[in-house]
Protein backbone atom coordinates (compact mmCIF):
# COMPACT_ATOMS: atom_id res chain seq x y z
CA UNK A 1 0.00 0.00 0.00
CA UNK A 2 1.12 3.37 -0.78
CA UNK A 3 0.75 6.74 1.17
CA UNK A 4 1.59 10.06 0.53
CA UNK A 5 3.70 12.14 3.02
CA UNK A 6 4.42 15.25 1.53
CA UNK A 7 7.72 16.69 3.17
CA UNK A 8 8.46 19.39 1.38
CA UNK A 9 5.01 20.94 -0.36
CA UNK A 10 6.08 23.89 -1.86
CA UNK A 11 7.40 21.35 -4.44
CA UNK A 12 6.19 18.18 -3.78
CA UNK A 13 2.22 18.74 -3.19
CA UNK A 14 1.44 19.34 -6.69
CA UNK A 15 2.74 15.95 -7.94
CA UNK A 16 1.07 14.09 -4.82
CA UNK A 17 -2.54 15.91 -6.03
CA UNK A 18 -1.46 15.13 -9.41
CA UNK A 19 -0.95 10.78 -9.14
CA UNK A 20 -4.25 10.90 -6.86
CA UNK A 21 -6.49 12.39 -9.94
CA UNK A 22 -4.47 9.93 -12.18
CA UNK A 23 -5.50 7.32 -9.92
CA UNK A 24 -8.80 8.34 -9.97
CA UNK A 25 -8.74 6.93 -13.62
CA UNK A 26 -7.11 4.07 -12.82
CA UNK A 27 -3.40 5.34 -13.70
CA UNK A 28 -1.78 5.79 -10.04
CA UNK A 29 1.15 4.00 -10.72
CA UNK A 30 1.32 4.89 -14.24
CA UNK A 31 1.57 8.66 -12.99
CA UNK A 32 3.69 8.15 -10.22
CA UNK A 33 6.46 6.52 -12.79
CA UNK A 34 5.99 9.11 -14.95
CA UNK A 35 6.75 11.72 -12.85
CA UNK A 36 9.76 10.15 -11.57
CA UNK A 37 11.26 9.28 -14.98
CA UNK A 38 10.46 13.20 -15.30
CA UNK A 39 11.90 14.93 -12.99
CA UNK A 40 14.33 12.55 -12.10
CA UNK A 41 17.89 11.49 -12.86
CA UNK A 42 17.49 7.68 -11.06
CA UNK A 43 20.54 6.45 -12.46
CA UNK A 44 22.23 9.15 -10.17
CA UNK A 45 21.08 8.04 -6.99
CA UNK A 46 18.18 9.76 -7.67
CA UNK A 47 18.72 13.13 -8.28
CA UNK A 48 16.30 16.12 -9.16
CA UNK A 49 16.85 17.19 -12.27
CA UNK A 50 14.41 20.79 -11.99
CA UNK A 51 11.77 21.19 -9.65
CA UNK A 52 9.78 22.90 -12.09
CA UNK A 53 9.08 19.19 -13.83
CA UNK A 54 7.16 18.85 -10.93
CA UNK A 55 4.89 21.71 -11.53
CA UNK A 56 1.44 22.00 -12.15
CA UNK A 57 2.06 22.29 -16.07
CA UNK A 58 4.84 19.36 -16.32
CA UNK A 59 1.70 17.58 -14.24
CA UNK A 60 -0.91 18.49 -17.19
CA UNK A 61 1.68 17.27 -20.29
CA UNK A 62 2.07 14.27 -18.36
CA UNK A 63 -1.56 13.18 -17.84
CA UNK A 64 -1.91 14.75 -21.43
CA UNK A 65 0.43 12.00 -22.84
CA UNK A 66 -0.83 9.33 -21.42
CA UNK A 67 -4.15 10.83 -22.36
CA UNK A 68 -6.31 10.65 -19.46
CA UNK A 69 -9.70 12.40 -19.35
CA UNK A 70 -7.93 16.28 -19.13
CA UNK A 71 -11.17 17.63 -17.69
CA UNK A 72 -11.66 14.86 -15.25
CA UNK A 73 -7.77 15.22 -14.09
CA UNK A 74 -7.89 18.83 -13.46
CA UNK A 75 -10.98 19.06 -11.43
CA UNK A 76 -9.92 15.86 -9.09
CA UNK A 77 -6.18 17.68 -8.90
CA UNK A 78 -8.05 20.92 -7.65
CA UNK A 79 -10.73 18.88 -5.52
CA UNK A 80 -11.14 17.75 -1.88
CA UNK A 81 -10.99 14.04 -2.46
CA UNK A 82 -7.05 14.71 -3.54
CA UNK A 83 -6.68 17.00 -1.09
CA UNK A 84 -8.51 15.56 1.71
CA UNK A 85 -6.78 12.09 0.84
CA UNK A 86 -3.72 13.07 0.73
CA UNK A 87 -3.62 15.34 3.87
CA UNK A 88 -5.76 12.36 5.62
CA UNK A 89 -1.92 10.40 4.83
CA UNK A 90 -0.24 12.83 5.94
CA UNK A 91 -2.05 12.90 9.62
CA UNK A 92 -2.50 9.68 10.12
CA UNK A 93 1.20 8.87 9.28
CA UNK A 94 2.51 11.34 11.49
CA UNK A 95 0.38 9.85 14.24
CA UNK A 96 2.29 6.53 13.39
CA UNK A 97 5.29 8.56 14.05
CA UNK A 98 6.88 8.94 10.06
CA UNK A 99 8.51 12.29 10.04
CA UNK A 100 10.05 11.82 6.70
CA UNK A 101 10.63 9.53 3.53
CA UNK A 102 11.06 7.16 3.04
CA UNK A 103 9.24 5.06 5.63
CA UNK A 104 8.14 1.68 5.20
CA UNK A 105 6.35 -0.54 8.25
CA UNK A 106 6.58 -4.10 7.21
CA UNK A 107 3.95 -6.06 9.40
CA UNK A 108 3.25 -3.15 11.39
CA UNK A 109 7.03 -2.72 12.38
CA UNK A 110 8.04 0.89 11.43
CA UNK A 111 11.42 1.18 9.19
CA UNK A 112 12.58 4.73 9.23
CA UNK A 113 14.73 6.22 5.99
CA UNK A 114 16.47 5.08 2.79
CA UNK A 115 17.96 1.55 4.33
CA UNK A 116 20.36 -1.16 2.82
CA UNK A 117 18.81 -4.64 1.77
CA UNK A 118 19.81 -6.53 5.06
CA UNK A 119 17.88 -4.07 7.31
CA UNK A 120 14.55 -5.11 5.12
CA UNK A 121 15.54 -8.50 5.07
CA UNK A 122 16.78 -9.04 9.08
CA UNK A 123 13.19 -7.82 9.82
CA UNK A 124 11.12 -9.86 6.83
CA UNK A 125 12.96 -12.94 8.34
CA UNK A 126 11.90 -12.00 11.59
CA UNK A 127 8.37 -11.40 10.50
CA UNK A 128 8.63 -14.82 8.53
CA UNK A 129 9.24 -16.64 11.99
CA UNK A 130 6.34 -15.02 13.81
CA UNK A 131 4.27 -16.37 10.96
CA UNK A 132 5.79 -19.39 10.72
CA UNK A 133 5.28 -20.36 14.48
CA UNK A 134 1.99 -18.83 14.70
CA UNK A 135 1.04 -21.08 11.81
CA UNK A 136 2.81 -23.99 13.79
CA UNK A 137 0.58 -23.42 16.90
CA UNK A 138 -2.64 -23.23 15.03
CA UNK A 139 -3.36 -20.06 13.26
CA UNK A 140 -4.28 -20.75 9.63
CA UNK A 141 -2.38 -19.15 7.51
CA UNK A 142 -4.69 -17.12 5.42
CA UNK A 143 -5.80 -15.24 9.40
CA UNK A 144 -2.37 -14.62 10.45
CA UNK A 145 -2.22 -11.16 9.23
CA UNK A 146 -5.35 -10.28 10.88
CA UNK A 147 -5.02 -12.20 14.30
CA UNK A 148 -0.79 -11.28 14.20
CA UNK A 149 -0.96 -7.84 12.90
CA UNK A 150 -4.46 -5.94 12.55
CA UNK A 151 -6.04 -7.38 16.23
CA UNK A 152 -2.49 -7.08 18.48
CA UNK A 153 -1.64 -4.17 16.51
CA UNK A 154 -1.50 -0.26 17.83
CA UNK A 155 -5.94 0.35 18.49
CA UNK A 156 -5.50 3.87 18.17
CA UNK A 157 -3.18 6.72 17.09
Not at 96 to 122: C, E, H, M, W
Not at 135 to 145: E, F, L, M, Q, V
Request: proline share 4%; charged share 25%; hydrophobic share 40%.
Amino acid sequence: MFKHFVVHPQIAMTPALATCAAGQQGKFWEFEHAVWGSAWDLQAGPRMKDAQLLNEDNMVKIATDMKLNMDKFKSDMKGDKCKNDVNGSMATLSKLGVRGTPAFFINGRYLSGAQPIDAFKSVIDEEIKKADDAIKGGTKPSDYYQTAVVEKGKKSL
